[in-house]
């Protein structure tokens, strides 16, 4: 299984933070329109399944798959999202995208007042603890050689 990138958007579509792991293929394009692209295709997705699902979806939780990839979105009760692309194998991704959350973002960035909300995240050490979590997941561990 492999982690390809992750994406951070604050409430009103601003990009955050981006994160690269085992990226196959660029975009062709600057990060920041690819950035405008991914944060409008997951406001059409959310928008879409939300109005046609018939069960409620209140967990914070979607994901969606082509034949090549899966995105995963994860929103917090902030409206922060964490837009997570993996391939089609990929396991535990809720989990990860929670303990990336609470254990890297809530520590590093909204517990860390040199880090202003709302702004694109510049810390080190949020980053060099992001790459840590990712690497010792097992979605990560198990991709193959």
Same mark, same amino acid.
């Given at each position: 299984m492999t982690?390809?990138?992750?994406?951070?958007?604050d409430?009103d579509?601003?990009?955050?933070?981006?994160g690269?792991?085992?990226r196959?293929k660029q975009?062709g394009?600057?990060?920041?329109?690819?950035?405008k692209?991914?944060?409008?295709?997951? /406001?059409?997705?959310k928008?879409?399944?939300? &109005?046609?699902?018939?069960?409620? !979806?209140r967990?914070?939780y %979607?994901?969606?798959c082509?034949n090549?990839?899966?995105?995963?979105?994860?929103?917090?009760p902030?409206r922060?999202?964490?837009v997570l692309?993996?391939?089609v194998?990929?396991?535990?991704?809720?989990?990860?995208?929670?303990?990336?959350?609470?254990?890297?973002?809530?520590e590093?960035?909204s /517990?860390?007042?040199?880090?202003?909300?709302? &702004?694109p995240?510049?810390?080190? !050490?949020?980053?060099?603890? %992001?790459?840590?979590?990712?690497?010792?997941s097992?979605?990560?561990?198990s991709r193959p050689?």
């Amino acid at each position: 299984m492999t982690i390809y990138n992750l994406y951070i958007f604050d409430r009103d579509g601003q990009m955050l933070y981006y994160g690269e792991w085992t990226r196959k293929k660029q975009s062709g394009m600057s990060r920041e329109e690819e950035a405008k692209l991914m944060y409008g295709m997951i /406001f059409s997705i959310k928008s879409f399944v939300t &109005k046609m699902s018939p069960v409620d !979806l209140r967990e914070g939780y %979607l994901t969606y798959c082509t034949n090549k990839y899966r995105l995963h979105l994860f929103e917090t009760p902030s409206r922060i999202k964490f837009v997570l692309n993996t391939d089609v194998g990929a396991q535990g991704i809720k989990e990860l995208l929670h303990q990336i959350y609470t254990q890297v973002y809530v520590e590093y960035v909204s /517990f860390n007042p040199m880090c202003p909300l709302n &702004k694109p995240i510049e810390s080190e !050490l949020f980053a060099a603890k %992001l790459d840590e979590v990712v690497r010792q997941s097992p979605a990560y561990a198990s991709r193959p050689a």
